[in-house]
């Protein structure tokens, strides 16, 4: 029999956003520091014990152990490369919406709030946007009492924009 093949999704292997707010690189250090001091470890000594088992091929303890310290391994360098490389959100001029930026607009005659900050700390829930999404690059670039247009599958929507303020997310 043979193993099907599949194709990589078009969202396997993007990087993260290097786009944060201190607050979210507050967490990922903590989580990083976590990882290190607490988590990691743990897991070595959890292999350690495992492999005093001796016969490592059918040894379903140091198996499991030895995967998730991988996969610990391979988060923390993640956070790492993430936490190197990381640009601070920093949004001070309010004459433009830039990144950071919390927008008031008037869509459809109702008021609006959307706060734009990068791809990895989006939470359509409690609008806030990507500087990457659809609105969110039309936002981007535009003052108070301008109108920006973005089109949608079936309908165009229009925001005006009413007031730029700073993010209390910082």
């Known amino acids: 029999m043979q193993t099907p093949y599949r194709k990589a999704g078009k969202f396997t292997g993007l ?3 290097t786009k944060l707010t201190l607050q979210k690189f507050a967490k990922l250090t903590a989580e990083l520091e976590k990882l290190i001091k607490i988590v990691r470890p743990k897991l070595i000594i959890e292999v350690q014990h495992g492999a005093s088992f001796g016969d490592f091929s059918e040894n379903a303890s140091y198996q499991i152990a ?5 996969g610990i391994n391979e988060r923390i360098g993640e956070l790492e490369h993430q936490l190197k490389h ?3 959100i ?3 001029n309010l004459d433009i919406v830039q990144l950071g930026h919390t927008v008031e607009v008037e869509v459809n005659g109702q008021k609006k709030e959307f706060t734009i900050l ?3 700390e ?3 829930g409690r609008n806030i946007i990507s500087d990457q ?5 039309a936002l981007l670039g535009a003052k108070v009492g301008q109108t920006v247009t973005i089109n949608l599958a ?3 929507m229009t925001y005006k924009i009413i007031k730029i303020s700073a993010s209390d997310l910082d």
């Open 15 to 17: 990087k993260p956003d």
């Open 66 to 70: 030895k995967g998730r310290l991988r």
């Open 86 to 88: 990381a640009q601070i």
């Open 90 to 92: 920093t949004a001070k």
């Open 118 to 120: 990068g791809s990895s």
């Open 122 to 124: 989006t939470d359509p």
């Open 133 to 137: 999404s659809a609105l969110g690059k």
């Open 154 to 156: 079936n309908k165009k």
